[in-house]
């Protein structure tokens, strides 16, 4: 029952690194594998993480989509999101559930990142819209990379998370998925449309890690 | 040494009622007073509220905004919150602590309500442009009217607040006023851009109300 991410930078390799230590056979989709291993990165390439992670194997984003028996997790970059999906290709999606990270972050204007899509429509509703037969959940997006994948190396996991999504069944899976990440809070905020809530959350996030000086932080929702 | 609250809707009356509990002197500011003394409105009217609270004055918004020593808490609805100020006066401001606690809301497309201004302004950002010798700080509209105001009512207080704004002194004056209401976390987001971020989280705060199903909700900055 291979999963598949796709990315491979700091979001992919941290969830791709986690399913592989729960037991997942995991296939993480790139544009061009070769490119992607002869690639020198500045902090780690991606060659070397592979090599210390044997059970996740490298395709084009197109295989690993197909590989995927049920899962797509789709870790890449917001402003790539519909490319990556339109390589992963439609019937490597059909039925299948598209877990989205991503957030919808345009950098043109300088750091903080501003949104290129916000409040009346957001990216996982974009996602959705494009790929009517795939089942897509927003989760994640609203943590650090690291966090996601290990949610109690902070306060032991008692903070929150958030799914949304048109589908109940895939809704239920994926908070299934995120509790064996240690997620001790999924908290279901309702249809695709609210990712907007979810997605505009960053917005806050960033000025958060301003004011914490790390990224090593997350909120909990107190009721 | 009055403080000023300007506005006599939910958010108005909490924190003018918790003032007074706590031994200020407060003067409510509104409109037309006659007017707002015989609105009947579906809930309480405000005569009724004010019977209540023989502590807190009635006046114009220029009367309120003059009174007030150092404290004026704008507490209306953020469409209408450039006109409560110039109602109040450029002058009754002049090197006084705003105290902003509205959100951009636009409900002109119906709930759930979009922002009129999010990501590359927000109204805090506006009202200090527009009132350059106010001190404006940007905080607790990231929560309900009751928590605002007693945030002990939840979680005994074990939940977080927020302050934006570019005068030290002022955030530092606003954080002891939050303390004194009970808040224990108050996090300092930076200058007044950070507004944007705190406003945005509207749009995420809207949609755990709806998966709540009560506003009796915060968050809380685990880190």
Redesign the interface.
Known sequence: MPVAVLGTGMVGRSIAGRLEDLGHEVVVGTRDPAATLARSEPDQPFSAWTADHPGVRLATFAEAAKAAAELVVLAGNGAGALDVLARAGEANLDGKIVVDVTNPLDFS?GVPP??FV???DSLGERLQRAYPGARVVKTLNTMNATLMADPEL??GG???VFV?GDDATAKARVTELLQSFGHADV????DIT?A???E??V??????W???G?P????????
Chains 1, 2 share one sequence.
């Open positions: 204007a501003t949104l916000k409040d009346t902070l306060a008692d903070h929150s949304s908290i279901d905020l309702g609210t907007r809530g979810a505009m959350f917005g806050f996030w960033l000025r958060l301003g004011a914490a790390t090593m932080f997350n909120i909990k929702v107190v009721r």
